[in-house]
């Protein structure tokens, strides 16, 4: 591997995989994705991706093997806490925390199950992906517990009779529900994180570093954004102004050949909701356009 390129980890195929692909697109790098790979290289950066098992992205990450990462924030804290208890090293930077990947660890047991608070688990035994991070959450309430480690199909161990509650990752808790339980306690929130390696990086990869950043920075940034158009009457101006959701600077044109008529266009860093348009509308604006942004720089 070339020691100048820029090396980042992302997850090969699950739930991170498309949206980092998209990330990297979004920042205007070029990957050329052939299945199967383990290594992809950019044809337009220094930069070459490494597609892996989103668990072994922060050990990866923590080894120096690569000098970037995208996990969830979830298997990071795990992997943390395992390393250290081994001993092994476990240093890295968050560079940023991502928009996407959001989920949450939680603790689920079976509808009939009398829970009155964890001290009801109080020696059951739980099933998860995630020993480490319970084990924090249960030795915080005092309660001991025998951890069954499960790396997939957690949900149905309570059924299976393999254990008495679980531990793992909800979104919607469809899945939970489809399986007979019932969420109790939420013990990590997550989402996909950004991470670089402790080691000090030559400054060729560290320059590539200094332009993603940025980049990524305003592609969040624009996903938060909309770009607001409007025509409002120049004698209503400052209620229509009032409405506007986050209206700090707005350009205001004169129209043509409309005396009383005025364009309004404005950034704004909150969505546009209805209930906002139906009261520009009543103030007598017109043609109130919402539209999203790509990409923005400040
Ligand atoms: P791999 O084969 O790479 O090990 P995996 O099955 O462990 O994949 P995925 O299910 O693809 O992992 O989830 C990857 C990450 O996506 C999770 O660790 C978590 O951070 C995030 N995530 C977001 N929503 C959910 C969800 N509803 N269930 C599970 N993970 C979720
Ligand atoms: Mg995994």
């Known amino acids: 591997m070339d020691q100048n390129r820029l090396r980042i980890a992302i997850q090969k195929s699950g739930r991170l995989s498309t949206e980092c692909q998209k990330l990297l697109k979004g920042c205007g790098v070029k990957l050329n994705l052939r299945e199967q790979r383990l290594i992809a290289h950019a044809e337009n950066m220094p930069i070459d991706l490494l597609l892996v098992r989103d668990d072994d992205i922060p050990g990866l990450v923590m080894d120096g093997v690569v000098d970037l990462g995208v996990v969830g924030e979830n298997v990071l804290e795990e992997t943390l806490m395992e390393r250290q208890a081994q001993g092994q090293s476990a240093d890295y930077s968050v560079l940023k ?3 996407f990947g959001g989920c949450r660890l939680s603790l689920a047991v079976a509808q009939e199950f009398d829970y009155q608070g964890p001290e009801s688990l109080e020696g059951k035994r739980i099933a998860t992906s995630y020993p480490w991070l319970l084990k924090r959450y249960m030795d915080r309430q005092g309660v001991t517990f025998k951890s069954v480690m499960l790396n997939g199909s957690v949900e149905v161990a309570p059924r299976a009779g393999v254990a008495d509650a679980i531990c793992d990752l909800v979104s919607t808790g469809a899945t939970l529900e489809a399986n ?3 969420e109790t306690d939420v013990i990590f929130r997550s989402k996909a994180v950004l991470i670089q390696s402790a080691s000090t990086l030559p400054t060729a990869k560290q320059q590539v570093i200094d332009r ?7 592609l969040q940034q624009a996903r938060e954004s ?4 409007l025509h409002a009457p120049k004698d209503r101006l400052e209620a229509v102004i009032n409405l506007l959701p986050g209206a700090e600077r707005p350009t205001i044109m004169q129209l043509a050949g409309e005396s009383n008529q005025v364009a309004i266009h404005m ?14 509308k009543a103030l007598g604006a017109s043609s109130i ?10």
């Open 180 to 182: 007979g339980l019932v």
């Open 97 to 99: 925390r991502l928009d």
């Open 289 to 298: 356009l919402v539209l999203p942004i790509e990409k923005m720089m400040e």
């Open 267 to 280: 950034v704004s860093g909150e969505d546009m909701f209805w209930e906002t348009m139906e009261g520009l």
């Open 212 to 218: 993603l950043l940025p980049r990524i920075q305003g």
């Open 226 to 229: 909309k770009y607001i158009m």
